[in-house]
């Protein structure tokens, strides 16, 4: 498994989360988990924090986890200030599919104000 070869990188990480949402639904449990993983080894490396948290933020609505969307969420609300040369900007793809319903609608406001 490609996380054992590079635990460091957040990558395989997101890799895994996202192949066991589409593969392994029954195993759902485990996807916010590597979600997470991968965004520590982004912060650790300081490298792709904004991706792997949308990417987080899309795999949590997806499995319905809206304690691990609000944690994105606030991690990119709070990122806001910072640069790096390997990242992405903020992604908003996903906001559509919140349910505010479940979430402080103030908080995706706030995240909206970052575009």
């Not at 590597?34 to 965004?39: Q, T």
């Not at 924090?49 to 609300?77: M, P, Q, T």
């Not at 906001?95 to 706030?110: G, Y």
Request: charged fraction near 25%; charge should be neutral; glycine fraction near 2%.
């Amino acid at each position: 498994m490609i996380v054992n070869a590079l635990p460091d990188h957040a990558l395989p990480w997101i890799g895994l989360a996202y192949g066991v949402m589409l593969i392994e639904p029954e195993n759902k449990a485990s996807v916010v988990p590597h979600a997470k993983k991968a965004v520590e080894a982004a912060k650790n490396r300081n490298k792709l924090v904004r991706h792997c948290l949308a990417y987080l933020a899309r795999l949590a609505i997806n499995v319905g986890d809206y304690d691990a969307l609000k944690f994105a969420s606030e991690e990119s609300i709070a990122d806001a200030k910072n640069y790096r040369e390997e990242d992405t900007r903020y992604e908003f793809d996903f906001v559509s599919r919140i349910d505010t319903s479940r979430i402080d609608p103030a908080l995706v406001q706030r995240y909206n104000a970052l575009a």
